[in-house]
């Protein structure tokens, strides 16, 4: 059986919700590339991601469950200003000692990386704020 990548993730967390969800509706699934995203964050973008991948005749099932899953968060998630529903979570180059901080200690410790600051953006209106 063939399996195909039907989305990608940049963090095992968001990978195994999606994954688990899949599951529940009895779609095939595995993780591609988890455990070196995992183990060495450095190469998240060297590889892609962690890649969902679904077995090939489930795929239209599976593009059709994850859209419903993310237009239903969408619809619950607001922003706070002016209340659109188009916000992700975004890297935030405002804080900047995080990321001198980071090339410091991967510098000194080698393969050492710390996550970068994330943030809700609104796609609206532009404002940002940090909590869920």
């Known amino acids: 059986m063939n399996f195909v990548a039907v989305s990608a993730y940049l963090n ?5 919700i999606a994954q688990a969800q899949l599951e529940d509706a ?3 699934c595995w993780l591609k590339d988890e455990h070196t995203v995992t183990t060495n964050p450095m190469f ?7 890649k969902l991948m679904v077995a090939e005749p489930q795929l239209g ?4 469950l994850l859209q419903a899953i993310e237009a239903e968060r969408r619809r619950h998630a607001r ?3 002016c209340a659109g529903g188009n916000i992700e979570w975004v890297h935030t180059p405002r804080k900047t000692a995080n990321n001198v901080v980071s090339a410091a200690l991967s510098y000194l410790f080698g393969n050492m990386a710390l996550a970068p600051d994330k943030v809700q953006h609104c796609f609206d209106c532009g404002h940002e704020w940090d909590e869920i």
């Open 12 to 16: 095992y967390i968001d990978a195994h």
């Open 26 to 28: 009895h779609i095939r």
């Open 44 to 50: 998240t973008n060297a590889v892609g991601g962690i």
């Open 79 to 81: 922003c706070p200003l």
């Open 61 to 64: 099932r599976a593009q059709e």
